[in-house]
């Protein structure tokens, strides 16, 4: 593993002069500063600010740069699944996107959709990186988006124009998908193939995903047994042998639902297994940023850490950032519209790519596979597989209500002894019932909607 020292002298050395050329010919350095990072925002990173004072034809230009590498121990990188996480990131950065960017060109689109998505990229490898280690290595270099007034939204629940920004970046992003594997077989199975398996479940029963899992099930059947009285209704019988018949199948190993959730969602013989696509994997507030106009309404997004990509539903990107940003008093109507914006999105985007190659596709095959893609079927996807949402919240929303200082803390512990104990108890702690109760609404709202049906 790199140290410190070494990712500093790699910048220095190397990756100054590498970003410096992106600026062409005509530009010269004036000067440059390397700041660390040491705030949360680098949970599982190792962040730097880089700042280029440059001469461009004259002029001056400032040019801050965020610069990310792979932190921790031989031992936390694989227990962690960093090496995995890292290594689709950069694809994401310099193949994904890229071929999206191509697709839109040789359909005669406006090529710099892509480029709207997310920061501009400067410098993106993963395994050996000459001059660094020895060892497995990331780096990832991107245009730092302060700069440019982005900024990521509030702590918990956004408001409706954030929300639908958001389901406006992650629709085509998904049709893109789509677009590839229908006009670009092969080059839609070469970056499956480039993206790497991330299983939930482990062979060891000790992996990130078993400890984060372990305490989520722990934490929400402990506060159901104990407030179950006040908790249901005379008239929530079906949600009670729902609640049951999770913990009876899943409360041994929950990471089975999540598995079974990412793989059974592209298996052929499951019904609409074609909405199966490339994800960003953890798109939530946190991996966002938002400009906002002179009425203070969202009029930009970009999206960051591609490092939970995966291949499979997309119910995954879907009901995590739903269920996470939505407050649970107005749920009902914010949910159901959004789903309906998503589509929206995303169909626009796939008919518009479709319709500009119909040298290759009958009209009336492109109006085919626009009904294949049709409301109805994506909604009936998505119910199967949404109760993901549900269960990241059930570890991931005390975080967020959490005090400052539990949460700096859980982030020590998670670094240094994730199957201690007190990082265990601090994990059923953190936020309390306020957390739970919250947790407990986004299940009965799961409940309510058809999404703990199949499981």
Known sequence: MSTQQEQLNFIERHLVFDIFKDFG??????????????????FMSALYTVQLDLKIADRKQTEVVLVKFMKGTEAFRESSNSYIQFA??????AEILPAYESLLR??????DVVGNWVPRCYFAKFGQVEDL????ESVLALKHLKGDGFQLGPRLTLRRDQLEAMVGLIGPFHALGYATRILQP??????????????????????????????AFDRFYEFYDRQKEQLLKDSDAGFGAAIERLREKYFKRPTQLLEWIRTASYAEDQPESHFATFLHGDYNRNNVLFHYGADDKVDGIKAIDFQELRFSTTAIDLSFFMYMTTASEGREEIYADLLRKYHSKMIEMLELVLRRNQDELTEDRVDQLLKEYSFDHFE???KRYAFYGAMVCMHFLPWLLGSETDCAELSRLFDTDMHGAAFHQLSLDIAGDEANLEIFKIVRHAYEHGYMDEI
């Open 88 to 93: 689709n990131e950069i694809f994401a950065y």
């Open 106 to 111: 040789t359909s005669h689109l406006v090529s």
């Open 186 to 215: 092969n080059v839609h199975a070469r970056l499956r193939a480039g993206v790497v398996d991330m299983p939930f479940v482990s062979d060891s029963g000790k992996a990130i995903f078993d400890v984060l899992y372990r305490v």
């Open 133 to 136: 280690s020895n060892g497995r």
């Open 25 to 42: 010919a005509g530009a010269s350095l004036e000067s440059h500063k390397v700041e660390c990072s040491n705030g949360l925002d680098g």
């Open 380 to 382: 009936a996807h998505f």
